[in-house]
């Protein structure tokens, strides 16, 4: 059956095909994929050692957060198809990856689909014993000896196969994930020769085939099946049909969210004042700004343009009755921002939601008589979201602006 093999030293199975975690790539082709996590910290740049624990440079461990979630997705839509997932259980549990703020632990088995439910921890290099039936004892008798443990389990769901020496751990385990089954087992020896890697590959491929109650398998440990003309065909058709399934959720995702934004987005036009706030947070931080609320009046938004400290006030039919109650009102609104910040703020006139229609003549008129008052309209601020515009703050800025100091230092 079509294998991958993730991130191993060699090719020991011309048959098989070569991926690595570093390199997202479609499991659409394969029935049995092979995930050796111990390379992880071969196939990306290794900083420093933190608590005795290797750490990623913060660039690769920004790519080790995304590809995770990738597999994650990968090996779930992989087991959905019926595929068996084989993970050589590594000697290292954590490892260290770079965020903004800190250095946060990450456990080496995560995109393994219910891996906290596995529970595993390192263990000293150990012999492997099977105590389970078939037709995990005959592999083991087999090939335990290809193998080395170096982690221990215990699974909440998953079943044991195989144990370190003399029964001290749980160091293999098997679970069904209907249609499909995850296969955890110790990794192959360093000192394993590239027949003897080749023939515990192909002795996996012969388990999987078992494990599926595939009728062809014979007697012997690492026959495979032979694949018929028509198999083959159907499994290419199946490969195809599985692309063009994803495509179209893709397709449907990108569309479903589209919508969603659109409906959500839209209060920045007919939204109440709630979710026009909601709304343009959403946009100011999707263009960049750092973006803060809930200090003075709940009418108001703080974000920060060019070094500026701005308050976006949103103006309702009191506010926009006369220049004098429009100026009182940015300031006051403005004012627990500035002592809330220590620093002068730059009041933005703010004019959105459902009551947008009936302050735009009213608008009009006050921008005319306050060219020092910046001013924004929900329209404006979704169509800069449509076009990501992260310029659009310059087209509402004017020259001499007021500002509004803090009455505390």
């Not at 987005?265 to 979710?275: N, P, T, V």
Request: charged share 20%; aromatic share 8%.
């Amino acid at each position: 059956m079509p294998i991958a093999l993730i991130d191993f030293p060699y090719m020991p199975v011309q048959a098989a095909s070569a991926l690595s975690f570093a390199e997202p790539a479609s499991l659409d082709d394969f029935d049995l994929v092979i995930w050796r996590p111990a390379a992880i910290a071969e196939v990306y740049s290794t900083d420093i050692v933190f608590e005795g624990k290797p750490v990623l440079e913060v660039r690769d461990s920004q790519r080790m957060f995304s590809h995770t979630r990738y597999w994650r997705a990968e090996f779930e839509e992989f087991l959905g198809r019926g595929g068996t997932l084989v993970m050589l259980a590594p000697g290292f549990t954590t490892m260290g990856l770079h965020t903004v703020q800190d250095i946060v632990p990450f456990d080496v088995i995560e995109a393994l689909p219910g891996y906290r439910d596995l529970r595993h921890e390192a263990c000293e290099a150990s012999t492997v014993q099977c105590e389970a039936g078939e037709p995990f004892r005959q592999f083991f008798d087999a090939f335990g000896t290809q193998l080395v443990a170096r982690a221990t389990f215990a699974p909440s769901d998953a079943q044991a196969i195989a144990s370190v020496g003399e029964g001290k751990g749980i160091c293999a385990v098997y679970e069904y994930r209907h249609p499909g089954r995850i296969l955890v087992i110790p990794e192959i020896r360093e000192t394993a020769s590239p027949a003897d890697i080749a023939a515990v590959v192909g002795a996996l491929d012969d388990l999987s085939a078992r494990l599926r109650l595939d009728a062809r398998v014979s007697g012997a440990v690492g026959a495979r099946p032979v694949v018929t003309e028509r198999e083959q065909a159907l499994r290419q058709q199946l490969a195809e049909t599985s692309r063009q399934r994803r495509t179209l959720q893709a397709q449907e995702a990108a569309l479903l969210k589209e919508i969603a934004d659109i409906a959500f987005f839209g209060q920045l036009e007919q939204g109440d004042r709630i979710g026009v706030l909601n709304a343009a947070l959403q946009v100011l931080h999707a263009l960049g700004a750092y973006v803060q609320y809930g200090v003075g009046s709940p009418d108001t938004l703080m974000f920060e343009h060019m070094g500026h400290a701005c308050v976006l006030v949103l103006l309702g039919d009191a506010e926009a009755t006369s220049e004098g109650h429009l100026r009182r009102a940015l300031h006051e609104k403005s004012l627990p921002w500035a002592n809330e910040l220590n620093r002068e703020v730059i009041p933005v006139a703010f004019i959105a939601g459902a009551t947008a229609g009936s302050l735009t003549q009213k608008a009009a008129a006050l921008r005319s008589a306050c060219p020092a008052i910046p001013w924004l309209t929900g329209t404006a601020l979704q169509e800069a979201y449509q076009d990501r515009n992260f310029d659009f703050l310059d087209a509402v800025w004017t020259p001499g602006v007021t500002a509004v100091a803090p009455t505390r230092r």
